[in-house]
Nanobody
Framework: QVQLVESGGGLVQAGGSLRLSCAAS????????MGWFRQAPGKEREFVGS????????YYADSVKGRFTISRDNAKNTVYLQMNSLKPEDTAVYYC?????????????????WGQGTQVTVSS
């Protein structure tokens, strides 16, 4: 069992930056691939990015590529999402998720554990 807690959300102006954190419980964090997803009001939850168990491989949605960066610190059981050049369309609740097996995925159904989400609001 893995429990995930996101933090770092908030209100930021367009063009600004935020760093989200996701702290995981459990001693096997390093064996999980991690993903970030987001859900805007009235929309389906969508893939943002993912990172392999060791951090060597990352994947991003086209909408955030070049602006967002995923990283992880397995010693701290934490995964990060650095968000730069934020746009109003990035406004959403952001969720982190863990996938057993270590290979990063892009589909919601590939992930086994989810956090409760953190709100990110980007004003124009």
């Amino acid at each position: 069992q893995v429990q995930l807690v996101e933090s770092g959300g908030g209100l930021v102006q367009a063009g600004g930056s935020l760093r989200l954190s996701c702290a995981a419980s459990g001693r096997t964090f390093s064996s999980y691939a991690m993903g970030w997803f987001r859900q805007a009001p009235g929309k389906e939850r969508e893939f943002v990015g993912s990172i392999s168990w060791g951090g060597a491989n990352t994947y991003y949605a086209d909408s955030v590529k070049g602006r967002f960066t995923i990283s992880r610190d397995n010693a701290k059981n934490t995964v990060y999402l650095q968000m730069n050049s934020l746009k109003p369309e990035d406004t959403a609740v952001y969720y982190c998720a863990a996938r057993r097996g270590g290979r990063p995925g892009v589909r919601l159904t590939e992930y086994d554990y989810w956090g409760q989400g953190t709100q990110v609001t980007v004003s124009s």
